[in-house]
């Protein structure tokens, strides 16, 4: 495996290495764990060639957020990818990403339309998909690959990502693979290490919740409010959290839906607080005709 960090050695490289291989790109801030090499993984499957990045975006943590304490670990990330046997990895310094001395200021930024951004995360972390879209578009641009591969875990960065790629027209195939989950249901996250055992515990009562949501929309008994409200009640009972947000959604956009009908495809999501650490998760559902 190559360790690049560089945009210009990266160009370079894969014009060499490229030639008829197809490119699967998986973008992420490090600190690896199952779901990041689930995608390694797809990637490789699908692909000639995988490039993955690491890099702690600035741009989508708020001032108030965890960017400096951002969990990484470059040398384990390192061995894991080359076990994956990943081609190539893309580590960018800030000074690459934006520029001697702009940072993050003075940038170009991209806008996602805010029917994608003004809910869910997006209320929640105002800027976040900004800066998730700046960064996306410019790994894209700088990587080029045919194929690049996001999480279901991060529902609606998916979203924006499919939406900007459409709308700027670039050829790269959006994949979004599974979530990864611990044995108790507990999606995986970089961010789960700040949970002390106590609140790990704890925390697989997001994924139930979230279980017991699309049992309720599966049988279709009680409204869509109910089921959101009860299962916000459930997260409630729990003293240590603080739930941000749980809500469902049309999975296609995000629109906010009262009734569903056959061949509907919703969006179950939530955002909890458990302490210090904020933890997301989602489930999909579409109902079936008999
Ligand atoms: P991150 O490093 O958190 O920015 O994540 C990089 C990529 O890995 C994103 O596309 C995430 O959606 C994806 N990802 C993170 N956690 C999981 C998971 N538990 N299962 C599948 N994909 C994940």
């Known amino acids: 495996m190559r360790t690049i960090s560089t945009i210009s050695d990266l160009r370079k490289l894969l014009c060499v290495d490229k030639k008829n291989l197809s490119l699967g790109f998986v973008p992420t801030m490090g600190f690896l764990h199952e779901g990041h090499l689930s995608l390694v993984r797809r990637s490789k499957k699908e692909n000639g060639l ?9 741009l989508q943590f708020g001032p108030t957020e965890d960017f400096k304490k951002y969990p990484r670990d470059l040398e384990r990330d390192r061995k894991l990818l080359a076990q994956e046997g990943v081609d190539v990895l893309f580590v960018p310094t800030d000074e690459e990403m934006f520029g001697e001395g702009t940072m993050c200021k003075d940038q170009t930024i991209i806008s996602p339309p805010e029917c994608l951004t003004n809910c869910l995360c997006g209320k929640s972390r105002p800027g ?43 050829p790269i195939d959006i994949v979004m693979c599974p979530t990864a989950r611990a044995k ?33 929309v599966l049988k279709g008994k009680i409204s869509l409010a109910q089921i959101a409200a009860k299962s916000r009640m459930f997260l409630e009972k729990i003293a240590q959290i603080k739930v941000d947000y749980f809500e469902i959604r049309d999975a296609a956009d995000l629109r906010t839906i009262k009734k569903i009908g056959v061949g509907s495809k919703v969006l179950i999501a939530g955002a909890v607080w458990i302490g210090k650490t904020r933890i997301i998760d989602n489930m999909l559902v579409r109902i079936r005709g008999c």
């Open 50 to 58: 995988t490039v993955v990045s690491i890099y702690v975006n600035p």
């Open 128 to 170: 976040h998909f900004e800066g998730v879209a700046t960064i996306v578009v410019k790994l894209f641009e700088i990587v080029s690959p045919n194929r690049a591969y996001f999480g279901q875990k991060d529902y609606q960065q998916c979203l924006v990502i499919q939406k900007l790629v459409r709308d700027l027209h670039f």
């Open 184 to 216: 108790d249901g507990l999606a995986m996250s970089s961010r789960n290490i700040y949970l002390s055992k106590q609140e790990r515990k704890v925390a697989q009562i997001l994924y139930k919740s979230l279980q017991y949501g699309k049992d309720e």
